[in-house]
Protein backbone atom coordinates (compact mmCIF):
# COMPACT_ATOMS: atom_id res chain seq x y z
CA UNK A 1 0.00 0.00 0.00
CA UNK A 2 2.15 3.27 -1.20
CA UNK A 3 -0.59 5.75 0.45
CA UNK A 4 -3.28 5.67 3.14
CA UNK A 5 -6.01 7.67 4.96
CA UNK A 6 -6.10 9.81 8.38
CA UNK A 7 -8.40 7.06 10.10
CA UNK A 8 -8.89 4.69 12.77
CA UNK A 9 -10.18 1.52 13.70
CA UNK A 10 -10.80 -0.92 16.56
CA UNK A 11 -8.33 -4.24 16.52
CA UNK A 12 -9.32 -7.01 18.16
CA UNK A 13 -8.12 -11.00 17.81
CA UNK A 14 -11.27 -13.11 16.65
CA UNK A 15 -10.33 -15.71 19.90
CA UNK A 16 -10.94 -12.50 21.86
CA UNK A 17 -14.25 -11.84 20.41
CA UNK A 18 -15.30 -15.50 20.33
CA UNK A 19 -14.41 -15.57 24.10
CA UNK A 20 -16.29 -12.39 24.57
CA UNK A 21 -19.77 -14.20 23.20
CA UNK A 22 -19.06 -17.13 25.71
CA UNK A 23 -18.49 -14.80 28.35
CA UNK A 24 -22.26 -12.86 27.25
CA UNK A 25 -23.77 -16.08 27.10
CA UNK A 26 -22.51 -16.84 30.56
CA UNK A 27 -22.43 -13.61 32.77
CA UNK A 28 -24.28 -11.47 30.61
CA UNK A 29 -26.93 -9.80 31.99
CA UNK A 30 -30.91 -10.43 29.51
CA UNK A 31 -31.69 -7.51 27.32
CA UNK A 32 -28.31 -6.09 27.53
CA UNK A 33 -25.66 -5.38 24.71
CA UNK A 34 -21.99 -5.70 25.02
CA UNK A 35 -19.43 -4.30 22.35
CA UNK A 36 -16.72 -6.89 21.99
CA UNK A 37 -13.97 -4.93 20.93
CA UNK A 38 -9.56 -4.36 21.20
CA UNK A 39 -7.64 -1.27 21.08
CA UNK A 40 -8.45 1.96 19.25
CA UNK A 41 -5.69 2.60 16.86
CA UNK A 42 -5.25 4.81 13.57
CA UNK A 43 -5.07 3.02 10.40
CA UNK A 44 -1.29 5.15 10.07
CA UNK A 45 -0.51 3.23 13.67
CA UNK A 46 -2.00 -0.31 11.82
CA UNK A 47 0.52 -0.44 8.59
CA UNK A 48 3.78 0.77 10.32
CA UNK A 49 3.00 -1.81 12.82
CA UNK A 50 2.40 -4.16 10.11
CA UNK A 51 5.41 -3.10 8.32
CA UNK A 52 7.80 -3.81 11.49
CA UNK A 53 6.29 -7.04 11.38
CA UNK A 54 6.81 -8.25 7.73
CA UNK A 55 10.08 -6.21 7.69
CA UNK A 56 8.51 -4.24 5.12
CA UNK A 57 8.56 -0.03 4.71
CA UNK A 58 5.74 1.36 5.57
CA UNK A 59 3.43 3.79 3.50
CA UNK A 60 4.72 7.54 4.43
CA UNK A 61 2.23 9.51 2.18
CA UNK A 62 -1.35 10.18 3.91
CA UNK A 63 -3.65 11.24 1.03
CA UNK A 64 -7.05 13.84 1.92
CA UNK A 65 -10.28 12.43 1.27
CA UNK A 66 -11.20 14.42 -1.39
CA UNK A 67 -8.78 13.20 -3.39
CA UNK A 68 -9.17 9.55 -2.38
CA UNK A 69 -12.82 9.76 -3.03
CA UNK A 70 -12.80 10.00 -7.19
CA UNK A 71 -10.26 6.98 -7.06
CA UNK A 72 -12.75 5.15 -5.51
CA UNK A 73 -15.50 6.14 -8.05
CA UNK A 74 -12.89 4.89 -10.61
CA UNK A 75 -12.32 1.81 -9.43
CA UNK A 76 -16.18 0.84 -9.02
CA UNK A 77 -16.87 1.83 -12.33
CA UNK A 78 -13.86 -0.44 -13.62
CA UNK A 79 -14.76 -3.38 -11.67
CA UNK A 80 -18.36 -2.88 -13.14
CA UNK A 81 -17.27 -2.80 -16.44
CA UNK A 82 -15.31 -6.11 -16.44
CA UNK A 83 -17.77 -7.58 -13.98
CA UNK A 84 -15.39 -9.34 -12.50
CA UNK A 85 -12.93 -8.94 -9.01
CA UNK A 86 -13.33 -6.29 -6.65
CA UNK A 87 -12.70 -2.98 -6.48
CA UNK A 88 -9.02 -1.84 -4.62
CA UNK A 89 -11.58 0.86 -3.04
CA UNK A 90 -15.16 1.74 -2.81
CA UNK A 91 -16.93 4.70 -2.42
CA UNK A 92 -18.27 3.44 0.52
CA UNK A 93 -15.20 2.82 2.08
CA UNK A 94 -13.78 6.31 1.57
CA UNK A 95 -17.02 7.85 3.70
CA UNK A 96 -16.59 5.34 6.38
CA UNK A 97 -12.75 6.75 6.82
CA UNK A 98 -14.03 9.78 7.36
CA UNK A 99 -14.89 8.94 10.90
CA UNK A 100 -12.92 7.49 13.45
CA UNK A 101 -14.22 3.70 13.99
CA UNK A 102 -13.11 3.69 17.90
CA UNK A 103 -14.94 1.89 20.50
CA UNK A 104 -15.58 1.34 24.33
CA UNK A 105 -15.66 -1.91 25.64
CA UNK A 106 -15.43 -0.93 29.29
CA UNK A 107 -18.75 -2.34 29.63
CA UNK A 108 -18.10 -5.64 28.53
CA UNK A 109 -14.77 -5.53 30.81
CA UNK A 110 -17.25 -3.99 33.83
CA UNK A 111 -19.63 -6.48 33.80
CA UNK A 112 -17.77 -9.83 31.91
CA UNK A 113 -14.70 -9.95 32.53
CA UNK A 114 -13.71 -9.60 29.03
CA UNK A 115 -9.66 -8.95 28.36
CA UNK A 116 -8.29 -8.56 24.98
CA UNK A 117 -5.33 -9.27 24.16
CA UNK A 118 -2.71 -6.16 22.81
CA UNK A 119 -3.78 -4.97 18.94
CA UNK A 120 -0.44 -6.10 17.81
CA UNK A 121 -0.82 -9.70 19.57
CA UNK A 122 -3.76 -9.50 16.98
CA UNK A 123 -1.87 -8.23 13.97
CA UNK A 124 0.56 -11.24 14.31
CA UNK A 125 -1.38 -13.87 14.59
CA UNK A 126 -3.32 -12.61 11.42
CA UNK A 127 -0.62 -12.06 9.25
CA UNK A 128 0.93 -15.73 10.04
CA UNK A 129 -2.78 -17.47 9.14
CA UNK A 130 -2.42 -14.96 6.00
CA UNK A 131 1.19 -16.74 5.70
CA UNK A 132 0.19 -20.47 6.63
CA UNK A 133 -2.95 -20.58 3.84
CA UNK A 134 -1.17 -18.92 0.79
CA UNK A 135 -3.00 -15.56 0.53
CA UNK A 136 0.67 -13.70 0.74
CA UNK A 137 4.38 -14.74 0.10
CA UNK A 138 6.40 -14.26 3.15
CA UNK A 139 9.02 -11.99 2.10
CA UNK A 140 13.09 -11.98 2.89
CA UNK A 141 12.55 -9.22 6.28
CA UNK A 142 14.67 -6.35 5.91
CA UNK A 143 15.69 -4.28 8.30
CA UNK A 144 14.85 -0.57 7.48
CA UNK A 145 16.87 0.66 10.57
CA UNK A 146 20.02 2.67 11.16
CA UNK A 147 21.53 0.47 13.23
CA UNK A 148 21.02 -3.37 12.65
CA UNK A 149 19.97 -5.80 15.57
CA UNK A 150 23.17 -7.77 16.52
CA UNK A 151 20.83 -10.81 16.58
CA UNK A 152 20.92 -10.69 12.85
CA UNK A 153 25.02 -12.06 13.14
CA UNK A 154 24.38 -15.08 15.16
CA UNK A 155 25.96 -16.47 12.42
CA UNK A 156 29.03 -14.56 13.60
CA UNK A 157 32.36 -14.14 11.36
CA UNK A 158 35.88 -15.51 11.66
CA UNK A 159 38.23 -13.42 13.80
CA UNK A 160 41.17 -13.20 11.26
CA UNK A 161 38.25 -10.76 9.73
CA UNK A 162 38.28 -8.85 12.51
CA UNK A 163 41.76 -8.45 13.05
CA UNK A 164 41.75 -7.30 9.50
CA UNK A 165 38.65 -5.09 9.91
CA UNK A 166 41.03 -3.26 12.91
CA UNK A 167 43.78 -2.76 11.26
CA UNK A 168 41.48 -1.03 7.66
CA UNK A 169 39.73 1.31 10.39
CA UNK A 170 42.93 2.45 12.05
CA UNK A 171 43.99 3.49 8.65
CA UNK A 172 41.00 4.36 7.19
CA UNK A 173 37.81 4.84 9.02
CA UNK A 174 35.00 3.28 7.61
CA UNK A 175 31.17 5.11 7.33
CA UNK A 176 29.07 4.60 9.55
CA UNK A 177 25.87 3.25 7.87
CA UNK A 178 22.71 5.03 6.96
CA UNK A 179 19.39 4.06 6.08
CA UNK A 180 19.82 3.74 2.58
CA UNK A 181 22.98 1.85 2.68
CA UNK A 182 23.68 -1.52 4.03
CA UNK A 183 27.18 -2.83 4.77
CA UNK A 184 28.83 -6.44 5.64
CA UNK A 185 32.25 -6.89 6.88
CA UNK A 186 33.40 -10.46 7.41
CA UNK A 187 34.55 -13.66 5.72
CA UNK A 188 33.04 -14.16 2.14
CA UNK A 189 33.78 -18.16 2.39
CA UNK A 190 37.07 -17.79 0.41
CA UNK A 191 40.43 -18.65 2.08
CA UNK A 192 41.68 -15.32 3.18
CA UNK A 193 39.45 -13.20 4.89
CA UNK A 194 38.08 -9.48 3.02
CA UNK A 195 35.52 -6.88 3.70
CA UNK A 196 32.91 -5.71 1.76
CA UNK A 197 31.12 -2.40 1.34
CA UNK A 198 29.56 -0.14 0.19
CA UNK A 199 28.08 -2.71 -1.91
CA UNK A 200 26.85 -2.58 -5.58
CA UNK A 201 23.35 -1.20 -5.97
CA UNK A 202 22.52 -4.60 -8.01
CA UNK A 203 23.68 -6.42 -5.42
CA UNK A 204 23.27 -5.16 -1.69
CA UNK A 205 25.11 -6.90 1.14
CA UNK A 206 23.31 -8.52 3.73
CA UNK A 207 23.13 -6.23 6.91
CA UNK A 208 24.77 -3.61 8.77
CA UNK A 209 25.39 -6.18 11.68
CA UNK A 210 29.53 -6.03 11.80
CA UNK A 211 29.57 -1.96 11.46
CA UNK A 212 27.86 -2.05 14.55
CA UNK A 213 30.26 -4.54 16.57
CA UNK A 214 32.90 -3.28 14.21
CA UNK A 215 32.36 0.09 16.17
CA UNK A 216 31.99 -1.26 19.61
CA UNK A 217 35.11 -2.74 19.31
CA UNK A 218 37.17 0.18 18.02
CA UNK A 219 35.59 2.91 20.75
Not at 10 to 23: R, S
Not at 72 to 83: D, K, N, Q, S
Not at 149 to 163: E, F, H, I, M, N
Request: with cysteine.
Amino acid sequence: MPAYVNTGLNVVHVDDVAAGHLLAYEKGAVGETYILGGENRTLQWILETVAELTGQRPPRIRLPHWFVTPMAYLWEGTARIRGSGEPMMTVDSVRMSRKLMYFSTEKARRELGYSPRPAVEALRDEIEWFYKHGYVVRKRIKKHSSWPSPDLCKGGVSLDALRLSLALVKSQPLPLPDRSTEYLIGNSGAKEPSVFGPPRKTRKALSGCWIVSLTAVVS
